[in-house]
């Protein structure tokens, strides 16, 4: 019987622990997505001012926009995310998400390169304007995730803008605006939303 009793209070004390990291509310690493946003954000305002012929640069210049982009990007995240690990033990919520985050950078960039061989298979490069669009909607995913786990009211909002942000983009296929406007939809939905968790994270010193 006391055996029991030890078991059911150890299980009572883990759900407990959970429901404690839980209602910490912070999620480590939004600085990640904040930087995301403005990278990403910058890279296709220059590829509208390309397309729209208001920037001239060579073709050279003009390819390496989005492989720069990602080049910058890595080189700040390595960064970032050894500073996260040594912040100490996470919050269970916290790994949820980092683990989220995780996997949709790599399903993004592994349906970036799908894209691309399919492009190739079939001579077009028209597959590509699918990615815009893919990519806001995996970021409602992430964003719809994160506001159970924070339990935000104003978080469970973005998710539905970064849906219609998706369709709307992909409305644009074809025209230079669709850069302007994926942009928009990165720092509206990636950058603010990442902010105010951010800050939501530095720690309060008590007097």
Known sequence: MNTELNILKDDLSYMRSMADAGGRG????????????????TASVLTWA?????????????????PAS????????????????????????NQAMLALWKGLGIGIFAFILALAAAGYAVNSGLVLYAIAP?????????????GQVADLGWLKIVPYGAFASAIGVAALSGRPE????YAAALVLLLCVPGLALARAETPRHDA
């Open 178 to 181: 669709q850069y302007l406007a």
């Open 50 to 66: 390309v397309n729209a012929e208001v920037w001239r640069p060579n073709a050279w210049v003009a390819n390496s926009i989005w």
């Open 26 to 41: 912070s999620l480590r690493g939004n600085i990640i997505a904040v930087i995301a946003g403005g990278v990403f954000a």
């Open 134 to 146: 893919f990519v806001l909607t995996s970021y409602g995913i992430a964003w719809m995730v994160a």
């Open 70 to 93: 990602m080049i910058l990007f890595l080189a700040i995240l390595f960064p970032m995310k050894a500073r996260c690990a040594r912040q100490g033990p996470k919050p269970i919520g």
